[in-house]
């Protein structure tokens, strides 16, 4: 049968799926870090004089509006599409995190940073849950792994840039280069990004599903109960279904399970500078450590998809967990500084891939009309994690204890994320595509 120019420009807007949703996320990873990048030159007397309670303070408002942006968004995401919630998402963060290099203060940055983190808090399960509707079956966890990898290769660019764009241009900066990718990448999801093929067939528009999977070479998924009409009442509905008896426990334990995953992920990307300046290294060591903190995160998803496919996210992630708690405990003793160098990688290695197998996990178990809002309210739940480690780490650095307290701390959390993570359900019948 011949291929109509319609049909061909289709095939290939496909292709861009997995590539613009990965870089999406690499904007999510500049943000993951950029703030703990700049807190140490903001806390010199010259610069904002940053103190303890408002260092705490530009860590963790950006976070309240990430877990807004998380549950919020991961629900409109299922009402209006995935095409649509992601590509305001990227928009939105972009232009609020440009505005960030122009705050005259800590309070105008604060507010700055809880705006963008509206749109931030969106993106990650609205391009999870894409690129795993994209994906073949049975693949789930490592469509989902390698999508963050973009989150990890945008945290290191970021560190890498940190050394040698705030000691020379300034730390302003950094926020004007971590908003000029928009510029392409917003463009490009409008000319090129398909909507699911699972969310349109979860909102009645099958003939449209059918085309997109057939020609994609996906196997079409039908939702588990029908959308409702109107959007306030979709709203509500999707939220509740979470909490049937069929979800509540998966929607309960990945709750605790994600608190502990991102509490881990950004008590140490925004404080592992400064706890290892406190361990007396070096601030370019200490930026390096996070560097390489990122690179080891990168290779740890590579082999945790490939594991997850394998013996299940689930237990991928529970093993995962408990080797982060390990690694995590380890950081707290002192070593010559190739060791200290190793150590942090191999943590990278655990801490980032546990968290992002837990949304392999949801995004395999959940149906595609409550998906998204399942990865935006399992994100949610984890941003409030994100919020309360960094909190507890200033207390303890404040207290003058971040080292070698803050890593027994966290070594208790990745124990306990493991625990949690062990008792959810695996559902039959669902699959990600």
């Not at 120019?5 to 613009?20: F, I, K, Y």
């Not at 908003?179 to 979860?202: D, G, Q, T």
């Not at 500084?337 to 197998?357: E, H, K, N, P, R």
């Not at 009309?369 to 990865?375: D, H």
């Given at each position: ?18 590539p ?31 103190s ?25 995401t ?74 990890h ?18 730390w ?31 909102h ?184 309360v ?10 207290a ?34």
């Amino acid at each position: 049968m011949e291929t109509t120019p319609v049909q061909t420009t289709a095939a290939r807007a496909a292709g861009w799926v997995a590539p613009l949703c990965w870089i999406a996320v690499l904007l999510d990873g500049f943000d993951l870090v950029v703030v703990g990048t700049v807190v140490p030159t903001l806390q010199e007397p010259d610069e904002w004089a940053l103190s303890g309670t408002g260092t705490t303070f530009v860590i963790t408002i950006g976070l309240v509006g990430m877990m807004i942006g998380a549950l919020t968004i991961g629900t409109l995401t299922d009402l209006i599409g995935r095409r649509r919630a992601l590509i305001g998402a990227v928009a939105a963060f972009s232009l609020l995190t440009l505005a960030c290099a122009f705050a005259p203060n800590e309070y105008v940055f604060g507010v700055l940073r809880f705006l963008a983190g509206l749109g931030l808090g969106g993106c990650l399960p609205t391009a999870i849950a894409m690129v795993n509707e994209f994906s073949r079956s049975g693949r789930s966890g490592r469509a989902t792994t390698t999508i963050m990898t973009g989150y990890h290769v945008g945290a290191v660019m970021t560190a890498a840039l940190a050394i040698v764009v705030i000691p020379n241009l300034g730390w302003q900066w950094m926020f004007v280069i971590g908003a000029l990718p928009a510029v392409v990448l917003v463009p490009l999801m409008i000319a090129r990004l398909p909507e699911s093929a699972s969310w349109l067939v979860a909102h009645g528009r099958r003939a449209e599903a059918e085309d997109v999977a057939r020609r994609h070479g996906l196997t079409l998924e039908d939702p588990a109960a029908p959308v409702a009409e109107h959007a306030g009442e979709g709203a509500a509905a999707t939220v509740r279904t979470l909490f049937t008896s069929g979800y509540v426990r998966n929607t309960v334990v990945i709750g605790v399970t994600s608190f502990m995953g991102l509490l881990l992920v950004y008590g140490l990307n925004n404080w592992l500078p400064t706890i290892m300046r406190e361990a007396e290294y070096e601030l370019g060591d200490a930026l390096a450590f996070l560097l390489v903190l990122n690179v080891g995160a990168i290779v740890g998803l590579l082999v945790a998809g490939t594991v997850a496919d394998r013996i299940g996210a689930r237990a991928a992630g529970v093993t995962w967990f408990a080797g982060a708690a390990v690694f995590l405990a380890l950081l707290s003793i002192r070593l010559p500084i190739g060791g200290i160098y190793a150590m942090v990688f191999l943590t990278g290695c655990f801490v980032f891939s546990a968290q992002v197998l837990v949304y392999a996990f949801v995004s395999a178990n959940h149906p595609p009309q409550v998906r998204a809002t399942a990865l935006g309210w399992s994100a949610g739940a984890g941003r409030i994690g994100a919020i309360v480690g960094p909190t507890i780490t200033g207390a303890l650095f404040a207290a003058g204890n971040a080292f070698p307290g803050g890593f027994y701390l966290f070594a208790v959390v990745g124990a306990l994320g493991a625990t949690a993570f062990s008792l959810a359900r695996r559902r039959d019948g669902v699959t990600a595509s």
